[in-house]
């Protein structure tokens, strides 16, 4: 870990802030909605919305070694938001739009800054 260009070092980087992004958000508290996204067989995902039901996100996960389509129309996401995904900063402006996730990419949708 001391060689901060390693594999382990870049991942375990990687993993502190995913957890720490996570540790901000109000959606992810434990106590809050969560219900499973109903999407293809190589995308996982699921829904998680605040106690206090002002931010949602759209957690989806590409579990293969292919590049996967979404519609984000798929995802029911309100088309008065704004909405961005927290680990690649990207915005989503277009709610019909198809996006491909690489494999095993992750997307954490929010519609909160």
């Not at 109903?38 to 293969?64: A, P």
């Not at 088309?79 to 954490?108: A, C, H, K, M």
Request: overall charge negative; hydrophobic content about 35%; aromatic content about 12%.
């Amino acid at each position: 870990m001391n060689d901060q260009e390693s594999q382990h070092a870049i991942v375990y980087d990687q993993l502190k802030e995913l957890i720490e992004t996570r540790k901000q958000q109000k959606a992810f508290h434990p106590n809050a909605t969560q219900f499973t996204l109903h999407l293809t067989n190589k995308l996982f995902g699921f829904w998680r919305q605040s106690i206090d039901r002002r931010q949602s996100i759209f957690c989806v996960y590409n579990i293969s070694n292919e590049t996967q389509p979404l519609l984000l129309s798929d995802l029911n996401l309100i088309v008065t938001d704004n909405w961005r995904d927290l680990i690649s900063g990207i915005d989503f402006n277009e709610t019909n739009d198809f996006i491909s996730l690489e494999p095993y990419q992750i997307l954490w949708i929010t519609n909160t800054p």
